[in-house]
């Protein structure tokens, strides 16, 4: 169960990130009409950090979990490597 909750969550964050990355040429910052009346809105900074916010953590928690996996992996070959 916790790895489909983990498969889950990577899935999601991975959206996320993606969403990140596409929001700001989906919107013309440019032009305030565009984003007003979207969440975070009507100012360009608040649209970004709700829209792209989410993903910039995800990254982040990502980042971590893989860093602290590859850590615990790279410990347990050490250990077997000894005996």
Do not use: N
């Not at 959206?15 to 929001?23: K, P």
């Amino acid at each position: 169960m916790k790895k489909a909750l983990a498969v889950v969550g990577i899935l999601f964050g991975l959206y996320l990130i993606v969403r990140a990355i596409a929001e700001p040429f989906v919107i013309d910052m440019t032009d305030p009409a565009t984003y007003r009346r979207d969440w975070g809105g009507p100012s360009l900074a608040g649209v970004l950090l709700v829209h792209c916010g989410p993903g910039v953590v995800s990254a982040m928690l990502i980042g971590l979990a893989a860093r602290s996996w590859w850590r615990r992996r790279a410990a347990a070959g050490s250990s077997r490597d000894a005996e």
